[in-house]
C-alpha cells in the first residue's frame, strides 16, 4: 500500500532534522568545546579607595584614553593615544610596577566616573572612545624587540624633548623632535603670577626688585631651560618647573615689585608625544601610525600578544 505523500515528506523532514539536532550545543557546551581566550587584565591602585582593581586590558584602555585626552579630539589621534596607553601599561606590568589611576601613571576613570565627567554626551563620547580602542586593539609600540616606554604629554613649545634631558637616561625613540601644532593648543603661552616673597622661600633665593629674575646659562635640545642660575645658585629647568609648579620647563622669570610674573609655553615635561601635536597631525588627515611614528621615531606597532604569554 502506497503512503499518503504527507507521511513521506514528514518520514522526510525528520530523517534530516533528527541529526542536526544532536549538533546543537548550548553555549556552556560550545565553551567547553571550544574555550574562549581569556583577556589579559591589569591591576590598578585606585586613588580614591587605595585597593587594587582588576580591570580587563581593552576597557582599561578606554578608560586612559576617555580620561587622558578629550573626547573632541580626531580620532585618528585618539587611536595614537591609545596605542600609547596600551603600551605603557604593558611595559609597566612587565616590569612588575605598581600601577595608579593618577598622573603619576595614567589617568583613568571608569564607566561611573565617565558618567559624571561627560553628563549627557557620555554615550556619544563613550562610543567614538571605544571605536579607537576597537580599532587598535592588541596594538603596542615596540623598539628592539620590547615594549616601549610610550611617554606622553599634553602640549610642547614646538618640539619635544629628548628623554636624557628630562629622566637623565636616553633613549633612542624619545628624542626631539619637531611639533609645530602645538602652537593651537590652549595651554601653548600662559602667564602666571607668584608673590616674589613666595619665589624666594621656595628657592632659597633672594631677587632683584625688577627686571630680569635668572640668567639662562643652558638649553635643551627642546628649548626648553636646562640651567638656570638665580642669585648665584644654579638650577636645572626641571627644578624650578617642580618647585614652582610651572606648566613647562619652558620659562621666563621676571620680577616686578613685589610679583614675579612667569610666561610658559607648553603643557607637560615634553617627552614623547604631544597630545595637541597628534590632533594636529590627525587634522592634516595623517593616521594614527603616522602619528606614532612621528613622536616614538624608530619605534614598530606589533601585537601585544607576544608579551602575554
Same mark, same amino acid.
Given at each position: 500500500m502506497k503512503k499518503p505523500f504527507y507521511l513521506l515528506l514528514?518520514? &522526510?523532514i525528520a530523517a534530516i532534522a533528527i541529526p542536526a539536532v544532536g549538533l546543537i550545543l548550548t553555549e556552556k557546551e560550545e565553551e567547553e568545546v571550544i574555550p574562549k581566550k581569556e583577556e589579559p587584565s591589569v591591576d590598578i591602585v585606585r586613588s580614591d579607595s587605595q585597593k587594587t582593581e582588576s580591570v580587563p586590558l581593552e576597557e582599561y584602555v578606554t578608560g586612559v584614553v576617555a580620561a587622558e585626552m578629550p573626547a573632541s579630539f580626531e580620532k585618528e589621534a585618539l587611536k595614537a593615544q591609545a596605542v600609547a596607553a596600551r603600551t605603557f601599561i604593558l611595559t609597566q606590568t612587565l616590569a612588575g610596577m605598581e600601577v595608579t589611576d593618577t598622573v603619576d601613571d595614567q589617568v583613568f576613570k571608569?564607566?561611573?566616573? &565617565?558618567?559624571q565627567t561627560w553628563g549627557d554626551a557620555y554615550e556619544k563620547n563613550k562610543e567614538k572612545i571605544e571605536d579607537a580602542a576597537k580599532e587598535t586593539e592588541g596594538e603596542v609600540l615596540v623598539y628592539n624587540g620590547e615594549p616601549i616606554t610610550a611617554a606622553f604629554f599634553s602640549s610642547g613649545n614646538g618640539k619635544t624633548e629628548n628623554a636624557e634631558d628630562y629622566w637623565q637616561s636616553p633613549l633612542p625613540y624619545l628624542i626631539s623632535v619637531d611639533s609645530p601644532w602645538d602652537e593651537s593648543a590652549p595651554n601653548f603661552e600662559q602667564e602666571m603670577v607668584i608673590p616674589r616673597a613666595q619665589v624666594e622661600e621656595t628657592l632659597d633665593v633672594t631677587l632683584p626688585d625688577s627686571g630680569e629674575a635668572g640668567t639662562v646659562k643652558e638649553r635643551t635640545s627642546g628649548g626648553r631651560v636646562a640651567e638656570i642660575v638665580?642669585?648665584?645658585?644654579?638650577?636645572?629647568?626641571?627644578?624650578?618647573?617642580?618647585? &614652582?609648579? &610651572?606648566p613647562s620647563a619652558d620659562f621666563h622669570l621676571k620680577s616686578a615689585g613685589g610679583e614675579v610674573i612667569i610666561t610658559t609655553k607648553g603643557y607637560g615635561h615634553g617627552v614623547g608625544m604631544s597630545q595637541y601635536g597628534a590632533n594636529g597631525m590627525a587634522k592634516e588627515g595623517k593616521k594614527y601610525t603616522e602619528i606614532t611614528e612621528h613622536y616614538y621615531p624608530g619605534a614598530s606597532i606589533e601585537s601585544a600578544g607576544a608579551f602575554l604569554k
Open positions: 514528514f518520514i &522526510l571608569d564607566k561611573e566616573e &565617565l558618567k638665580i642669585d648665584g645658585k644654579t638650577f636645572t629647568g626641571r627644578e624650578i618647573r617642580e618647585k &614652582l609648579g &610651572l
